[in-house]
């Protein structure tokens, strides 16, 4: 098993910027990659980003490149998404999630999910 435990959302103004913050605890040598997903009210939940865990390349969604940057720290078994020139549109749960999967992007391909920390950016 895996746990996953997000921190570092929040309210903002947009423009602005926030760091979210993922530890993962447990039998984690397995996992390959980690990534964020995010859920507007009302919406399916849409992949964000993720990166592998050995190799470190990464993957996002269109919308968000050049604005996000996902990234990780092996020895605290980490992963963080700093998030800048934050939009409306970017107001969601963002979820941290971890799959034994090579390229994960669909969220049925991740094993184990955080509990979601709330973004929200204000116009």
């Known amino acids: 098993q895996v746990q996953l435990v997000e921190s570092g959302g929040g309210l903002v103004q947009a423009g602005g910027s926030l760091r979210l913050s993922c530890a993962a605890s447990g039998r984690t040598f397995r996992m390959n990659v980690m990534g964020w997903f995010r859920q507007a009210p009302g919406k399916e939940r849409e992949f964000v980003a993720y990166?592998?865990?050995?190799?470190?390349?990464?993957n996002y969604v269109d919308s968000v490149k050049g604005r996000f940057t996902i990234s990780r720290v092996s020895a605290k078994n980490t992963v963080y998404l700093q998030m800048n020139s934050l939009k409306p549109e970017d107001t969601a749960v963002y979820y941290c999630?971890?799959?034994?999967?090579?390229?994960?992007?669909?969220?049925?391909?991740?094993?184990?999910w955080g509990q979601g920390t709330q973004v929200t950016v204000s116009s």
């Open positions: 999630a971890a799959a034994y999967a090579l390229n994960p992007r669909g969220q049925y391909e991740y094993d184990y």
């Open positions: 990166i592998n865990w050995i190799g470190g390349w990464t």
